[in-house]
């Protein structure tokens, strides 16, 4: 009885979610001129979106997007951009009655929005350049909805619109800040390793070895913390968002992302290095390959970014009037 009983509640709340996002969509106006424009941006950027062929071999900018967000070189790898769509939409969602309470209409000047994105566009394909396309891409999309349904729906949602900025695959450039941030954590797992748990540990530069020499391992650009950087850095923005819009508490929030993205990093780091030491390189290595430990840099990050919001939310002194809630 009990995978009925699921199937049935599960059920239950699909038509729930169901009712209710059609009573609000037949609340929009110019829904069809939406459609219909939305669906001619999506052809244009699936056929003609990317123009650069030499690494990717696809006219398609969502699969160039894909690839760069699935990339086999580690270094590049930027998986956080697979969910930002999902967390976006999830914003919009909890936003809808805010949003349905302006003044819906259409909106000609809508048009310059869209017009300069397809400019955007053209430039990033001669170029060869997909990242500018991306940009191109939601800066159009953002110039439709403007068109559809006003600019007071566009002031609404511009917060979480932007938050399709983490979208953008940084490549090479997140490259620049990668080797300081090498040196950084590898300071933080010298430091803790040789004077909190005591290990035989040398380090040059970003390698770690032991006095003996009896193994060596190095903090590779993958490990530097780079990618959960980012991605931590989209979580407090996000959650930060939703708990303490328009309050200080909000940049506290999105500031704590650098430290939270170090420990957790670190913390893994350090794992690694310890068994290496005390059970050779082999188990190191595949202790740096395990799945598990590679997940360890968010739980820091996330308990602490828990708890830092459970924080920010008591009264402080400074504060002239209690926190309106969203």
Same mark, same amino acid.
Request: glycine share 8%; hydrophobic share 55%; net charge positive.
């Given at each position: 009885?009990?995978?009925?009983?699921?199937?049935?509640?599960?059920?239950?709340?699909?038509?729930? #979610?169901?009712?209710?996002?059609?009573?609000? !969509?037949?609340? /929009?106006?110019?829904?069809?001129?939406?459609?219909?424009?939305?669906?001619?941006?999506?052809?244009?950027?699936?056929? %003609?979106?990317?123009?650069?062929?030499?690494?990717?071999?696809?006219?398609? @900018?969502? *699969?160039?997007?894909?690839?760069?967000?699935?990339?086999?070189?580690?270094?590049?790898?930027?998986?956080?951009?697979?969910?930002?769509?999902?967390?976006?939409?999830?914003?919009? !969602?909890?936003?809808?009655?805010?949003?349905?309470?302006?003044?819906?209409?259409?909106?000609?000047?809508?048009?310059?929005?869209?017009?300069?994105?397809?400019?955007?566009?053209?430039?990033?394909?001669?170029?060869?350049?997909?990242? +500018?396309?991306?940009?191109?891409?939601?800066?159009?999309?953002?110039?439709?909805?403007?068109?559809? &349904?006003?600019?007071? &729906? %566009?002031?609404?949602?511009?917060?979480?619109?932007? @938050?399709?900025?983490?979208? =953008?695959?940084?490549?090479?450039?997140?490259?620049?800040?990668?080797?300081?941030?090498?040196?950084?954590?590898?300071? +933080?797992?010298?430091?803790?390793?040789?004077?909190?748990?005591?290990?035989?540990?040398?380090?040059?530069?970003?390698?770690?070895?032991?006095?003996?020499?009896?193994?060596?391992?190095?903090?590779?650009?993958?490990?530097?913390?780079?990618?959960? %950087? #980012?991605?931590?850095?989209?979580?407090?923005?996000? *959650?930060?968002?939703? =708990?303490?819009?328009?309050? &200080?508490? !909000?940049?506290?929030? +999105?500031?704590?992302?650098?430290?939270?993205?170090? /420990?957790?990093?670190?913390?893994?780091?350090?794992?690694?290095?310890?068994?290496?030491?005390?059970?050779?390189?082999?188990?190191?290595?595949?202790?740096?390959?395990?799945?598990?430990?590679?997940? @360890?840099? *968010? =739980?820091?990050?996330?308990?602490?970014?828990? *708890?830092?919001?459970?924080?920010?939310?008591?009264?402080?002194?400074?504060?002239?009037?209690?926190?309106?809630?969203?």
């Amino acid at each position: 009885m009990q995978p009925q009983t699921d199937n049935l509640v599960r059920d239950g709340i699909v038509e729930s #979610f169901w009712a209710e996002f059609m009573s609000y !969509w037949r609340r /929009l106006p110019n829904s069809g001129m939406f459609v219909g424009l939305f669906v001619a941006w999506l052809c244009l950027f699936q056929f %003609l979106g990317n123009g650069t062929f030499g690494y990717v071999n696809t006219s398609s @900018l969502f *699969y160039w997007m894909w690839r760069a967000y699935n990339s086999d070189v580690a270094e590049l790898n930027e998986g956080h951009g697979n969910v930002v769509p999902l967390v976006v939409l999830g914003l919009v !969602w909890w936003k809808r009655k805010e949003l349905f309470a302006v003044e819906l209409r259409s909106w000609w000047p809508g048009v310059f929005l869209l017009a300069g994105a397809l400019a955007l566009h053209l430039g990033g394909y001669i170029l060869q350049q997909p990242k +500018i396309s991306i940009v191109a891409f939601f800066a159009g999309l953002y110039g439709l909805m403007g068109m559809a &349904w006003g600019p007071k &729906w %566009l002031a609404r949602i511009l917060f979480p619109f932007a @938050l399709f900025a983490f979208s =953008v695959p940084l490549g090479d450039l997140g490259l620049a800040v990668t080797f300081p941030l090498r040196l950084f954590v590898s300071g +933080i797992v010298e430091f803790v390793g040789r004077n909190l748990l005591n290990l035989d540990l040398v380090r040059e530069g970003t390698q770690f070895t032991n006095a003996a020499h009896a193994y060596a391992f190095d903090v590779a650009a993958a490990c530097s913390g780079i990618r959960s %950087l #980012f991605a931590i850095f989209f979580i407090c923005t996000a *959650y930060g968002y939703v =708990v303490f819009r328009k309050s &200080w508490r !909000w940049l506290a929030m +999105i500031a704590s992302a650098f430290p939270l993205a170090v /420990l957790g990093n670190a913390l893994r780091l350090l794992v690694v290095v310890f068994v290496a030491s005390k059970w050779g390189p082999n188990a190191g290595k595949a202790a740096h390959d395990n799945t598990l430990l590679s997940i @360890l840099p *968010y =739980v820091p990050a996330v308990i602490g970014v828990v *708890y830092l919001a459970r924080w920010l939310q008591r009264p402080f002194p400074t504060d002239s009037q209690p926190e309106a809630k969203p």
